[in-house]
């Protein structure tokens, strides 16, 4: 099976072989189609200028072929790559390169994806899982991934960003696999790899900005951004002002085109809180419409979301499967390491309250004031959603990597508690996500970096270092010198997974502590998803002592006790059911006398006649 995802700009091949290559740039006057050739030549070819601002031009086969390398030039002066590249061989400020994408033989015909139930997902970064840092290394890991027990792998973003380094995040081009990683057939190679052992593969995708080094858009279409609308990284991308229909099929198209062309099974899109749209239907809202109008018609296909804002709506109505529960992170992060810093604020008061509230409803703010926000209101309520709305984490590039040092959560809680927590969250009915190396207690950090040059290098070091200012831990600037610097290559080469480490006893016995609840997760756990009715409740023990009952069929009930705290707790509720999971031997003595030891936790099924 071949296949190749049609757009209406970038170079697309002809059926007589010839290229044609559409453009679009409102501001400039003349473009031209500029053919690198070798031995530094170039063949220079002018483009028919069409209305609204797009240029093209349909090349014969003696001119352009598959492999051919061009850039866009502007007005005579400024040469461009194109921002629809599908590869980019010498990084962001070099030359395009014309991709033949259904040259690529695909042997996954039959693959029609997973349910979401089923969802274990594990977080990686191309660059830094492997020591080589490569898609073809990363497949030589997957038969690795399938017996720990996930069912899901999720890459950071891959498109093209500058330099060899980035969490990608600052990509620029966003339709070309980052050449650092390997090459587009590399990473069609790992999808389906991947789809061979029923993994399904889910991709980072970032609509919300441009990185800051290689984006050319501000020169020739300047309408891609807003004037009306801002975000953290400057100009918002412009979803509802003038000319924006052409911005908007932009990113559905590069939706279609990962799910499509790279038969990936799902998007994670970053930070839609800072994707600003006030026009009907919101960008999300159409995107999603695309996307199951489009390949998910015949596969499952997951779309997920990063949003700071809480929003419910776009789970209930809006097409998205779910979203990253960072309430739940927070909660469980302030209960084992004490931390109240910044963001972890809104949680230290009531830890228990806000994890439980998660584990029964979702989020733990569903409209009420944040303090760290100033006292606006955060949040939707979020209820009625099922449990299959929220990926719950210990760990993810976020909060590892925005730590002024990367420290993992294993390095900063200790052993005991951290095994309760996971229990809590890896047999919870709401999918769960690993960050890579997690499962074996990674001694890595995972750090901020990326490879800029000249005065954006200073400025994102001292940027990174002033970040922390704020924390007591980094009030002097002795301390702040101290944080890595992002652009100093050994601060990437530290963040590679140590795969040897598999081989220590501690690291390999808690690979196979998660190795067993992901097993419980997949016998016990995943069977009674299908059967789960809404409305779960929770009640609280004490300070720190919790339960939570789901509502199966016939009445019944899955339902977690747990004590997440160093005390031991009284006054938990008489039950009679099926324990798939006690977190030590004499735990129903403890159970039956309605109390809980310090830090435990029981997994059970309740039957309807209790």
Not at 459 to 470: D, K, L, Y
């Amino acid at each position: 099976m071949r296949q190749s995802h049609d757009m209406p700009f970038g170079a697309c091949i002809l059926p007589d072989g010839g290229i044609r290559f559409r453009f679009w740039a409102p501001t400039a006057k003349q473009v031209e189609l500029r053919l690198v050739k070798a031995a530094h030549t170039e063949i220079i070819l002018p483009m028919q200028a069409l209305a609204d601002g797009w240029f093209q031009i349909e090349t014969s086969p003696l001119q352009a072929t598959v492999g051919a390398l061009y850039q866009y030039r502007l007005d005579g002066g400024l040469s461009v790559p194109d921002p629809a590249s599908r590869a980019n061989p010498y990084d962001v400020h070099g030359p395009s390169q014309v991709v033949d994408a259904a040259a690529f033989m695909w042997q996954d015909s039959a693959w029609r994806g997973r349910p979401w139930h089923e969802a274990v997902i594990y977080e990686l970064h191309v660059g830094t899982f492997t020591t080589e840092g490569t898609y073809v290394a990363a497949m030589q890991r997957l038969d690795y991934l399938i017996e720990l027990g996930v069912t899901a792998i999720e890459l950071m973003p891959v498109a093209d960003f500058q330099g060899a380094r980035n969490w990608g995040y600052d990509n620029v081009l966003l339709f070309a696999p980052d050449s650092s990683y390997g090459t587009p057939e590399e990473l069609k190679a790992l999808v389906q790899a991947a789809h061979a052992r029923d993994l399904m593969v889910l991709l980072d995708v970032v609509y919300n900005h441009f990185g800051p080094d290689g984006n050319y858009l501000h020169t020739y279409a300047p309408q891609f951004f807003s004037e009306q609308h801002h975000t953290p990284w400057g100009a918002a991308i412009n979803f509802d002002g003038e000319s924006s229909r052409v911005v908007r099929d932009f990113f559905i198209h590069n939706a279609l085109y990962w799910l499509e062309e790279y038969h990936f099974d799902g998007l994670r899109l970053d930070a839609v809180h800072a994707i600003i749209d006030d026009s009907c239907p919101h960008i999300l809202e159409e995107l999603a419409t695309a996307v199951h109008a489009g390949p998910g018609i015949t596969r499952h296909v997951h779309l997920v979301l990063e949003n700071d804002d809480n929003a419910a709506h776009y789970l209930k109505q809006g097409g998205f499967t779910a979203q990253w529960n960072d309430d739940i992170h927070h909660a469980l992060h302030v209960l084992l390491t004490g931390e109240r810093d910044g963001y972890y604020a809104d949680y230290a008061d009531q830890p228990t309250h806000c994890l439980a509230r998660c584990l029964a409803e979702g989020f733990a703010f569903q409209g009420e004031p944040s303090p760290f926000r100033a006292g606006r209101p955060r949040g939707e309520p979020s209820g009625q959603l099922p449990p299959s709305a929220f990926i719950n984490f210990t760990q993810s590039h976020d909060q590892v990597g925005n730590r002024a040092y990367g420290e993992r959560i294993a390095m900063l809680a200790p052993q005991r508690p951290l095994q309760v927590a996971l229990a809590v969250l890896l047999l919870a009915p709401s999918p769960p996500m690993l960050f890579m190396g997690e499962e074996f207690a990674a001694a890595t950090p995972f750090q901020f970096f990326c490879d800029f040059q000249g005065k954006l290098a200073d400025a994102v070091t001292e940027g990174r270092r002033r970040e922390f200012a704020g924390f007591s831990q980094f009030a002097d600037l002795a301390a702040q010198a101290a944080i890595p610097d992002p652009n100093d290559p050994a601060t990437f080469e530290r963040c590679k997974l140590n795969w040897d480490c598999l081989n220590e006893p501690q690291h390999k016995i808690w690979f196979e502590y998660y190795q067993h609840l992901l097993m419980l997760r997949r016998t016990q756990v995943v069977p009674c998803l299908q059967d789960m009715r809404g409305g779960a409740q929770f009640e609280l023990a004490g300070v720190s002592g919790l339960v939570v009952r789901w509502c199966l069929s016939e009445g019944s009930h899955l339902m977690l006790l747990a004590n997440l705290g160093d005390a031991q707790v009284e006054g938990y509720p008489h039950f009679d059911g099926t324990p798939h999971y006690l977190s030590q031997v004499d735990l129903s003595e403890f159970l039956a006398a309605g109390r809980m030891p310090p830090w435990s936790v029981a997994w059970l099924i309740e039957d309807a006649q209790t």
